[in-house]
């Protein structure tokens, strides 16, 4: 994603219990019903119409989150 110009960051707050919870279901229901289905989770930060109710927060683009989640679902497309 760097190399797109996408900015990315290891979240510091993406392993806290709601994050994992639907992580682990995903993988669960992939493995149970779906075992071709890959699974994974992207935390990704607010969008800028986010920001009135989070000032501050980490934010990105709309248009930059969407290209980022293309180039990520390609990679492993391949």
Same mark, same amino acid.
């Given at each position: 994603?760097?190399?797109?110009?996408?900015?990315? +960051?290891? !979240?510091?707050? #993406? *392993?806290?219990?709601?994050?994992?919870?639907?992580?682990? /279901? $995903?993988?669960? &229901?992939?493995?149970?019903? +779906?075992? !071709?289905?890959? #699974? *994974?989770?992207?935390?990704?930060?607010?969008?800028?119409? /986010? $920001?009135?109710? &989070?000032?501050?927060?980490?934010?990105?683009?709309?248009?930059?989150?969407?290209?980022?989640?293309?180039?990520?679902?390609?990679? $492993?497309?391949?």
């Amino acid at each position: 994603l760097r190399a797109r110009r996408i900015p990315v +960051e290891t !979240s510091p707050s #993406a *392993g806290t219990f709601l994050c994992n919870h639907v992580f682990f /279901h $995903l993988v669960e &229901h992939a493995w149970r019903d +779906e075992p !071709s289905l890959l #699974a *994974g989770f992207v935390h990704l930060p607010y969008i800028e119409t /986010h $920001l009135a109710a &989070h000032p501050g927060a980490p934010h990105l683009p709309l248009e930059v989150l969407v290209r980022g989640l293309v180039e990520a679902i390609g990679v $492993l497309d391949t």
